[in-house]
């Protein structure tokens, strides 16, 4: 009777291992359908193509300097020009291709006023590129 109650005892208890065979053939059926549909994923038109040597066309485009000084007078690549005369030069330069930068150099006293009336003028006439200029701070 000691016998039956270890074998029954022994049949009780939960397995302490875990089966790994049905993972094992999961993987395998995996692996096998990955190689058998690799090649047809590559499949690709053979395309023999001309050669040609070339190099690459880098063109800066120009840019304008714009300058305001404090007192409000403003400067086009260091000429002086009125303000009513900035909507036609700015649509002559709009125009052109490529579109130049509008670099705005502004007095740091200047009255934002003045530099947006300048902005605004540009982008009515169709200027796309326009930056601030600044000096750097030595620290």
Not at 28 to 50: G, S, Y
Not at 66 to 71: K, L, N, Q
Request: without cysteine.
């Amino acid at each position: 009777m000691a016998k039956a109650d270890i074998s029954r005892r022994h049949h009780d208890e939960p397995m302490a291992t875990m089966n790994v065979v049905p993972l094992v053939d999961v993987m395998l059926v995996l692996l096998v359908i990955f190689i058998v549909t690799a090649p047809i994923l590559t499949h690709a038109v053979k395309i023999d193509l001309p050669k040609a040597s070339s190099q690459a066309n880098i063109t800066k485009p120009e840019h304008i300097e714009f300058g305001i000084r404090e007192d409000g007078s403003l400067f086009w690549n260091g000429e002086p020009v009125p303000l009513e005369a900035l909507p036609a030069r700015f649509a002559l330069e709009a125009a052109k291709q490529p579109q130049p930068e509008l670099h705005i150099r502004a007095d740091r006293l200047v009255h934002y006023e003045k530099v947006a009336q300048v902005m605004a003028a540009a982008a009515k006439a169709g200027m796309v590129r326009i930056g601030f200029v600044s000096e750097p701070t030595a620290e």
